[in-house]
């Protein structure tokens, strides 16, 4: 019985650790200026984050996507 409690346990930790995805960096322009202030967050998902002053961000999110949106206009 007490294998079953491990395994189940085992399970369930590699489940939460596959469903999470954290991505951080810098935003730069083509001089390698940064970027304040960009909006950046997953495709086809709605909440994200923003670059700083410095143009680095850091997004921790619950879903695990594929591409990664930055959106500036000014």
Not at 45 to 52: A, F, L
Request: hydrophobic share 30%; net charge negative.
């Amino acid at each position: 019985m007490k294998n079953w409690k491990y395994i189940i346990i085992a399970c369930l930790l590699t489940t939460i650790s596959f469903a999470q995805t954290t991505v951080s960096g810098r935003v730069t322009d083509e001089y390698g200026t940064p970027i304040s202030l960009a909006d950046v967050y997953f495709e086809d998902y709605t909440e994200g984050t923003e670059t700083d002053e410095n143009g680095k961000f850091y997004y921790h999110s619950e879903q695990s996507k594929d591409t990664l949106i930055v959106s500036y206009v000014g």
